[in-house]
């Protein structure tokens, strides 16, 4: 494990930690000003860089769809005519005759009168 993190200090940490403080004193010996541009140009360049990379693989995949051909298969009609269906028909009209057969209350649920 000692091994691991002296390679890893090596190769990762070092440089980084050198890189960094390398920059913050660049930074430190700038105005505020000059400071202030030099971050946003360079926000602006990581930005439009990110965005180019991301626009350069949405075309790619989209012309790699062109160069796939393929037909589309449609689907076949299922058929209603199925068991289910019918038995709630049957249920539908033995709903709809029974409430035909009621003989004293019409459609609005009231008595008729005799």
Known sequence: MNLLRKIVDWV???????????????????PHKQRLTVVGLLFGILTLTAFLLFGH???????????????????????FETTVNKDKMRRMELIEIQID??????????????
């Open 101 to 114: 057969s009621l003989p004293d209350y019409d459609d609005t649920a009231t008595k008729r009168p005799d």
């Open 57 to 79: 693989a949405c075309y790619k995949m989209g012309a790699q769809e062109q160069r796939v051909k393929f037909e589309i298969e449609h689907m076949s009609i299922p058929d």
């Open 12 to 30: 990762w940490r070092t440089p980084k930690d050198k890189v960094a403080e390398c920059l913050r004193n660049k930074c430190d010996a700038m």
